[in-house]
């Protein structure tokens, strides 16, 4: 597996897999083609039914220029990976290259089936067992077992990660207003920090924070600002509100909350080189799913619980997301993706908690339940992974016509 830091990726919303990884292929097509003067750009599959919705066509623009180009919408080419495009290049001498390249989640790519930049394997475990079972010989806890392998350096990236992380959610908590697109859905977060209630619970007052911060981090994706894969951008914000509340309901310090990022990058990672983080893949339980297992895993290290237990909430927020389908209405990654950051924020402290009574009991592994998550995303049908042709999508569009 490769390092955590290509997991959590820093960019612009509002999607990891449809914004930033669209952003990064221009990036390198002008780059390799210095020469070049005009690029035809077709996206297929996810790109093409939701490339508007999600910004795809204004990104790619936006980062070619100063070279022109042309979006084409191919609705009907089946290719093997759902977000993929060709980029046929104009260069100044009448040539043309082309390329084909795919972007399979959070904010990677790939150029003709390679990586556009080699990036290091540096964990040489390949599941969470290994990683459990390398941790027992060495008496490692999860947080030195990244130090052995990343060096001291990745805690200085992971600290930009969550200065980045709190940044959005700061943002989000101020910013009122209508979001970008045709749906005319109202920012929400805001509303959330004022309880309407005089005698409400302490759950509920925890509820309403988390989802808050949830939304607040969400919102700031959809509008486009800097968010945080984590692991993409459509899920940008269950790790983060998940931080953020226990590091100021228990007075956890800077330095205990970064090592709990840590910890929610290696299940990430598991996820990421097993199954699938796309939610054009295997559906929003990639997403969202991934997203509520890396929290859970979090919560459960600030919670002191040991590798099982860690395991054990992981495994749960994940199981309990199975079969989650991703069907953004309209193309936006709005609805139901904002609710679903906060819902999955408030799932992930319930699965810690359930591991703090259950880990020693549960039979279910980690890597049995990836692989489940995974299987169950090629069973969709495509309607339900990232078109906007099945599902709630469909649902809200025909009820209003």
């Given amino acids: 597996m490769k390092s955590i830091r290509y997991l959590f990726r820093i960019g612009n919303g509002p999607s990891s897999s449809h914004t930033i990884g669209p952003y990064r292929i221009c990036r390198y097509i002008k780059a390799k083609y210095p020469e070049a003067v005009h690029v035809d750009v077709t996206l297929y599959g996810s790109f093409a039914l939701t490339g508007r919705g ?101 805690f200085d990236y992971l600290d930009t990660v969550y200065d ?28 959330f920090l004022v309880s309407k209630y005089k005698d409400e619970s302490e759950t509920g007052n925890s509820f309403r924070l988390m989802l808050a911060y949830a939304f607040a981090c969400a919102e700031e994706n959809a509008a486009g600002g800097i968010v945080v894969t984590a692991p993409t951008c459509g899920s940008c914000g269950v790790v983060p509100s998940v931080l953020k509340f226990y590091k100021s309901k228990y007075k956890k ?42 929290a859970a895993a979090a ?8 590798i099982n237990g860690i395991e054990c909430a992981a495994e749960v927020a994940m ?22 950051n906060g819902m999955a924020a408030i799932k992930a402290v319930a699965a810690a ?20 998550m995974y299987r169950t995303g090629k069973d969709m049908k495509k309607a339900y992974r990232e078109t906007s042709k099945g599902g709630l999508a469909e649902e809200v569009k025909m009820s209003k016509k």
């Fill in 54 to 154: 999600h910004g795809t066509d204004k990104t790619i623009v936006e980062t070619l220029k100063p070279l022109t180009s042309k979006i084409i919408f191919d609705y009907k080419t089946k290719t093997e990976h759902p977000n993929t495009l060709k980029a046929e290049i104009h260069m100044a001498d009448g040539t043309v290259e082309t390329i084909w390249a795919t972007s399979p989640g959070g904010g990677s790519i790939r150029i003709n089936g390679e990586t556009s930049a080699p990036e290091p394997e540096i964990y040489p475990e390949k599941n969470f067992t290994e990683i459990k079972q390398k941790c027992a010989e060495n008496h490692w806890d999860l947080v030195e077992y990244v130090r052995q392998r990343e060096g001291d350096e990745i």
């Fill in 164 to 191: 980045t992380m709190m940044d959005a959610i700061d943002r989000g908590l101020v910013t009122s207003g209508e979001l970008p697109g045709k749906l005319h859905v109202q920012r929400r977060a805001k509303e």
């Fill in 353 to 372: 908690r359930l591991a703090e009574y259950a880990n020693d009991t549960s039979v279910v592994s980690l890597d049995e339940v990836v692989q489940t």
């Fill in 319 to 340: 199981e309990h997301s199975l079969g989650l389908t991703c069907d953004p209405v309209g193309g936006y990654v709005i609805i139901p993706c904002i609710e679903r």
């Fill in 299 to 306: 919560y459960a290290y600030l919670k002191q619980l040991d």
């Fill in 253 to 294: 310090t800077r330095k205990e909350v970064i090592n709990a990022l840590a910890v929610a990058g290696i299940i990430g990672n598991c996820i990421k080189y097993n199954a699938s983080l796309s939610g054009a893949e295997a559906g929003c339980q990639a997403e969202i799913g991934s997203a509520c297992s890396m």
